[in-house]
């Protein structure tokens, strides 16, 4: 169990075996893009290194798929502001 209502999260790592399921592609070295689709902050410090691509869609409703899609193969850049800090 992650997080639901009423219960927080103990800690902001990738839940499970996520985190080395996505260290195991990532080292494959195959042109790979780590989508990470969340509610709120998640520590990928180990990932960072390792992954060539990483696209944090926190949850991206009815159209969320087509703009991924949109944003991996450079049809659009999309920026904006955050309403949390991501520290490098």
Same mark, same amino acid.
Request: glycine share 12%; charged share 15%; with cysteine.
């Given at each position: 169990?992650?997080?639901?209502?009423?219960? $927080?999260?103990? #800690?902001?790592? *990738?839940?499970?075996? &996520? &985190? #080395? *399921? +996505? +260290? &195991? =592609?990532?080292? /494959?070295?195959?042109?790979?893009? /780590?989508? *990470?689709? #969340?509610?709120? =902050?998640? +520590? =990928? $410090?180990? /990932?960072?290194?390792?992954?060539?691509?990483? *696209?944090?869609?926190?949850?991206?409703?009815?159209?969320?798929?087509?703009? %991924?899609? $949109?944003?991996?193969?450079?049809?659009?850049?999309?920026?904006?502001? %955050?309403?949390?800090? %991501?520290?490098?």
């Amino acid at each position: 169990q992650v997080e639901k209502e009423g219960i $927080d999260r103990s #800690n902001i790592s *990738l839940p499970g075996y &996520q &985190q #080395n *399921l +996505a +260290a &195991q =592609i990532c080292a /494959l070295g195959k042109p790979t893009v /780590l989508i *990470l689709v #969340n509610g709120g =902050i998640v +520590a =990928i $410090d180990e /990932l960072k290194a390792q992954c060539p691509s990483i *696209l944090e869609v926190w949850y991206p409703g009815i159209r969320g798929a087509e703009a %991924m899609f $949109d944003t991996i193969f450079g049809v659009n850049n999309p920026g904006g502001k %955050m309403a949390v800090t %991501m520290y490098w």
